[in-house]
């Protein structure tokens, strides 16, 4: 009866002591959404367990925390603390940084998922013809708004609150195409697979492309992002969301048919195969950190000569708080098909050897 008692109270202090291990364990969340064709790298890394085996491999796990149209915003759910790291439109958030939303970006995921139209008849060709004109986007803090100013300033078109030559108005995403068709606008900024299906659908005329325009084609619209507490907190959790992400970028990269049909068939996105796969292969999805700081540097400084951020902002302190390097993060990583390997791509970039053709 003694060694049956003894091993009672040893098997309940092993449990125990396993509980207690167990609810310590770290936990990073993560965000997603569906229904967003460009978060493929996002639900690759969720599907193919790439979040689970690189916090795994540091004793950690991973939760999702997904963003429901409709509900709260991305930004509300990051400075609510119910989310740790994730993925999206950097330039839609550049306002709020400033504003003190406590997040950090850590490396570029993607390029060119946001594309301006006009209608077939319309008179503009180019950016440098939209003075005077009205033009519709997803928001107003939208990125589709701050790659558009950029490029607008470079025209010489202005876009500051004392010197303002164009007109945003803001539409839900599905109601962009219908107000161009109307001529409610006379251009509009959509991000895929929206634009892609308007241009299809109304026979609309492309004029700007981010993923193929001079000004943006070394540009990342979509990067990854941690948060201050998770960076005080678990710097190796940041680390480790980081490199799955770069590596779930580089498989969308080789393989867009197979991310693809991932989303479908786990109901992230809708739509039909072929197609989606045809614009995931046209993105590009090479990960990289020193281009996607070289991206964030560039939009503050434009942005702040804009009048978006303020004149007062320390620009220097707000890139270098803004984007930072995390120790064990390479600067991206390559997808090998055939061997079914990642390989870490190291050093600083300036441009990229852009495999892919990409329509105009």
């Not at 603390?81 to 999206?88: S, T």
């Not at 299906?197 to 700007?208: D, H, M, Q, T, V």
């Not at 000004?215 to 190796?236: A, D, G, I, M, R």
């Not at 970028?249 to 796969?277: H, K, M």
Request: proline share 2%.
């Amino acid at each position: 009866m003694k060694k049956v008692f003894t091993a009672i109270v040893f098997a309940a202090i092993v449990f125990t002591g396993c509980e207690k291990k167990s609810s310590s364990q770290k936990v990073v969340r993560i965000n997603f959404q569906t229904g967003t064709l460009c978060a493929a790298p996002v639900h690759v890394a969720m599907k193919m367990g790439l979040f689970d085996e690189e916090l795994a491999a540091i004793g950690q796990k991973a939760e999702y925390v997904q963003v429901v149209e409709g509900g709260a915003t991305l930004a509300e759910m990051i400075a609510s603390g119910k989310v740790d790291a994730g993925y999206g439109l950097y330039a839609t958030q550049l306002q709020a940084m400033e504003n003190g939303l406590p997040i950090s970006y850590t490396s570029g995921i993607h390029v060119g998922c946001t594309k301006y139209y006009v209608r077939a008849d319309s008179n503009i060709y180019s950016a440098k013809d939209l003075r005077g004109k009205k033009i519709g986007v997803p928001g107003l803090a939208d990125s589709s708004v701050m790659n558009l100013k950029r490029k607008l300033m470079d025209e010489g078109i202005g876009v500051t609150a004392d010197n303002n030559e164009v007109e945003f108005l803001a539409y839900a995403s599905s109601d962009l195409a219908i107000a161009l068709n109307n001529g409610a606008v006379d251009v509009i900024g959509a991000h895929d697979p929206v634009a892609t299906k308007g241009e299809r659908a109304y026979k609309f005329r492309k004029i700007l492309d981010t993923g193929i325009d001079e000004k943006f084609v070394n540009e990342y619209c979509c990067q990854q992002f941690v948060t201050h507490k998770l960076l005080k907190e678990n710097p190796e959790g940041a680390a480790a969301v980081t490199r799955a992400l770069q590596k779930a970028s580089a498989f969308v990269e080789a393989e867009p048919r197979i991310a693809a049909q991932l989303q479908i068939e786990n109901n992230l996105v809708a739509g039909d195969l072929d197609f989606n796969a045809e614009l995931l292969d046209e993105l590009n999805f090479i990960p990289s950190r020193s281009l996607g700081k070289k991206t964030f540097d560039s939009a503050a400084r434009q942005l702040q000569e804009a009048g978006i951020l303020k004149k007062t902002t320390d620009i220097e302190k707000f890139i270098a708080q803004g984007y930072i390097e995390l120790f064990g993060v390479p600067d991206g990583y390559s997808y090998d098909s055939a061997t079914q390997t990642y390989k870490e791509i190291n050093g600083t970039r300036t441009s990229f050897n852009l495999k892919k053709y990409r329509r105009k």
